[in-house]
T-cell receptor, first 115, second 118 residues
């Protein structure tokens, strides 16, 4: 596989469920990101990891819990979500964190629906 | 703070014609980077082109070119010879350039939905 992959591509869950989103990058990058894309709103940066250390938590509710076990994998653990959390969740990676020329490459996203 | 404005919610173009997607930005940073991404209905955000604020020439990547007018704070995307597969949402984004610090924060616009008609 190449690039950035995300699983599952679609997820429907109830408000009391616990689920996890997985992201894997095959680019040898050191930084990984979670974004949320809601309808008619700009992309919102949620979390940033650099070399497995979290460097950004952009005021995200605690019902979203990220995990980065190594530089190739990023998880987003979900529990007791709300219907307004329904969105497309995009993962991205970049070579490094500190250069603006370090383009972020995105995965295909997980479309989450919370019932 | 940085801000990206894309004033065209939707655009239509005939196949094989060129189209320009508008993007204006606002920033107080002296150095910054500008990006365009394409998002088909499948959801994946595909990187198209990058322009640095100090680059002397406009960026080009195949059929994509970025019309960068620094004084006007605009970074329009030009797609030449449109193809049916170009139908998608297009997002303009920017980031800061710093020697140290949080360069990674991309600020996105709301996007433009491009439809290519046969």
């Amino acid at each position: 596989e190449t690039g950035v992959t995300q699983t599952p591509r679609h997820l429907v869950m109830g408000m009391t469920n616990k689920k996890s989103l997985k992201c894997e990058q095959h680019l040898g990058h050191n930084a990984m990101y979670w974004y949320k894309q809601s309808a008619k709103k700009p992309l919102e940066l949620m979390f940033v990891y650099s070399l497995e250390e979290r460097v950004e938590n952009n005021s995200v509710p605690s019902r979203f819990s990220p995990e980065c076990p190594n530089s190739s994998h990023l998880f987003l653990h979900l529990h007791t979500l709300q219907p307004e959390d329904s969105a497309l969740y995009l993962c991205a990676s970049s070579q490094e964190l500190t250069g603006s020329t370090d383009t972020q490459y995105f995965g295909p996203g997980t479309r989450l629906t919370v019932l | 703070a940085q801000k990206i404005t894309q004033t065209q919610p939707g655009m239509f173009v005939q196949e094989k014609e060129a189209v320009t997607l508008d993007c204006t930005y606002d920033t107080s940073d002296p150095s910054y980077g500008l990006f365009w991404y394409k998002q088909p209905s499948s959801g994946e955000m595909i990187f198209l082109i990058y322009q640095g604020s100090y680059d002397q020439q406009n960026a080009t990547e195949g059929r994509y070119s970025l019309n960068f007018q620094k004084a006007r704070k605009s970074a329009n995307l030009v797609i030449s010879a449109s193809q049916l597969g170009d139908s998608a949402m297009y997002f303009c984004a920017m980031s800061r350039i710093r020697i140290l610090g949080s360069n990674y924060k991309l600020t996105f616009g709301k996007g433009t939905l491009l439809t290519v008609n046969p």
